[in-house]
């Protein structure tokens, strides 16, 4: 099975600063990833989709890279309504897996 | 507007049976896959499952497989998650969310609001 490493698992940033997460798989898995973020007591939402597409809709404050074992998403200047906690999400053939997620909190 | 609408909050107790549902609007739910995904408490993400309701092909998160059972109901645009024997560690909130396939890529795009599972005795 492939393992997907997320981290930190929690990070604190002040408004306007640059903020990235990683993933690392733990085999090649090219472009096959995903990010969601859930806002407290919301649900999911998918921000980028094969690693780099920003989804319709979705701020361009959110930004995502990589291939094969080494990923990262990143919020070019934090807002206060990114306080959420973010998930990359491994695809491969109807066999999904998620990171364990990083929680994001404004300094 | 397409959209997944959950089954409401149920308590339940130790070996109770429980079968959960997330209904699909404002498309053709049989050509889309519906997959199963909790969050237990103070956990992350967790993926279940997923069916294609067109032919109820289903297939299992290996931790799951055995636990559950995903079934659907193209004919009213309905999928399942069901327990037979609930145990106090099935409790969470569960989300059903459509999976949009492309040549590159799938991803969840559209969710239900969660049906949040209580167990205890």
């Known amino acids: 099975d492939i393992q997907m490493t997320q981290s930190p698992s929690s990070l604190s940033a002040s408004v306007g600063d640059r903020v990235t997460i990683t993933c690392q798989a733990s085999?090649?898995?090219?472009?096959?990833l995903n990010w969601y973020q859930q806002k407290p007591g919301k649900v999911p939402k998918l921000l980028i989709y094969?690693?780099?597409n920003l989804q319709t809709g979705v701020s361009s404050r959110f930004s995502g890279s990589g291939s094969g074992t080494d990923f990262s998403f990143t919020i070019s200047s934090l807002q206060p309504e990114d306080v959420a906690t973010y998930y990359c999400?491994?695809?491969?053939?109807?066999?999904?897996?998620f990171g364990q997620g990083t929680r994001l909190e404004i300094k | 507007e397409v959209q997944l609408e959950q089954s409401g909050a149920e308590v339940k107790k130790p070996g109770d049976s429980l079968k959960i549902s997330c209904k699909g609007s404002?498309?053709?739910?049989?050509?889309?896959?519906i997959g199963w995904v909790r969050r237990m408490p103070g956990k992350g993400l967790e993926w279940m499952g997923i069916?294609?309701?067109?032919?109820?092909?289903?297939r299992y998160s290996p931790s799951i497989q055995g636990l559950v059972t995903i079934s659907a109901d193209k004919s009213i645009n309905t999928a399942y998650l069901q327990w037979s024997s609930l145990k106090a560690s099935d409790a969470a909130m569960y989300y059903c969310?459509?999976?949009?396939?492309?040549?590159?890529?799938?991803?969840?795009?559209?969710w239900g609001q969660g049906t949040l599972v209580i167990v205890s005795s």
């Open positions: 969310a459509r999976l949009l396939r492309s040549g590159s890529y799938d991803a969840f795009d559209i």
């Open positions: 404002g498309y053709t739910f049989a050509s889309y896959w």
């Open positions: 069916i294609y309701p067109g032919d109820s092909d289903t």
């Open positions: 085999q090649d898995i090219s472009k096959y």
């Open positions: 094969y690693a780099s």
């Open positions: 999400q491994h695809y491969d053939n109807l066999l999904i897996t």
